[in-house]
């Protein structure tokens, strides 16, 4: 079953991903034991080599965001992923809900289209 | 409204930090102080040790920070971002235009 996550996306995820995708789903599964997780990479969108593992999107489901408003719920998730955002993680989307939330409402937002960044303000000189 | 991003409103250049702007830009929202960080990689990493908030671009209405794009964009949705504004003083544009539909 294709996930929502992947589909907004427009493309398959081939294999498991990449190490630091990996990292992120184990992670983020010990942290905040979700009921639905899915993990895009999306660096390739943001003008990096393939694999390059640094702009990803993540979809959590989980009970423990209960009663949690979004700022908090997003402070979970970057807690469980600390060591990875202050290294390699270069940018984060996140979308939290609750699983009563995911049955009502299994939409998620793409990933907005990459602008060039700091690569761009560089070039420019 | 104090927004910290990557680029200028008039230029954003990273699709986050766009849609942040694009955001408030639909709810009329147009004159705030809005921060490079990318002119400036002191402000880049203590932006983000004052938030504990580890990306950019990050959002903060009467000084308090709200979230980054992702939350900004649930607010929007939510009806949030317009009782926010109104906190503010600040009428949203996206109530106006609603008038307009009524009156239609």
Not at chain 1, 75 to 104: D, F, I, N
Not at chain 2, 8 to 36: K, M, T, W
Not at chain 2, 68 to 78: A, K, T
């Amino acid at each position: 079953m294709r996930g929502a996550l992947l589909a907004a996306a427009g493309r398959t995820m081939g294999g498991s991903g990449g190490p630091l995708a990996r990292t992120i789903r184990s992670k983020l599964t010990a942290a905040l034991q979700p009921t639905h997780l899915e993990v895009r990479d999306d660096s390739p969108r943001h003008g990096g080599p393939p694999g390059a593992e640094t702009h990803f999107g993540v979809l959590v489901v989980s009970g423990l965001f209960a009663g949690l408003p979004p700022l908090q719920r997003h402070r979970l998730v970057h807690e469980a992923l600390r060591e990875e955002l202050a290294g390699p993680l270069h940018a984060l989307q996140v979308t939290a809900r609750t699983p009563e939330q995911w049955q009502s409402d299994p939409r998620v937002p793409p990933a907005p289209p990459c602008l060039g960044g700091s690569k761009r303000e560089r070039r420019r000189g | 409204v104090v927004v910290f991003m990557k680029g200028s409103p008039a230029q954003p250049l990273c699709g986050f930090s766009n849609a942040v702007v694009q955001i408030l830009r639909l709810h009329g929202v147009e004159d705030y102080r809005a921060h490079d960080v990318l002119q400036d990689p002191d402000l880049r990493q203590g932006i983000k040790d004052y938030s504990n908030w580890p990306t950019i671009p990050q959002v903060y209405l009467n000084g308090e920070f709200v979230g980054g794009c992702d939350i900004l964009l649930q607010m929007h949705q939510n009806g949030d971002l317009v009782e926010e504004l109104k906190k503010l003083g600040i009428r949203s544009a996206l109530l106006d235009a609603e008038k307009d539909q009524e009156k239609k």
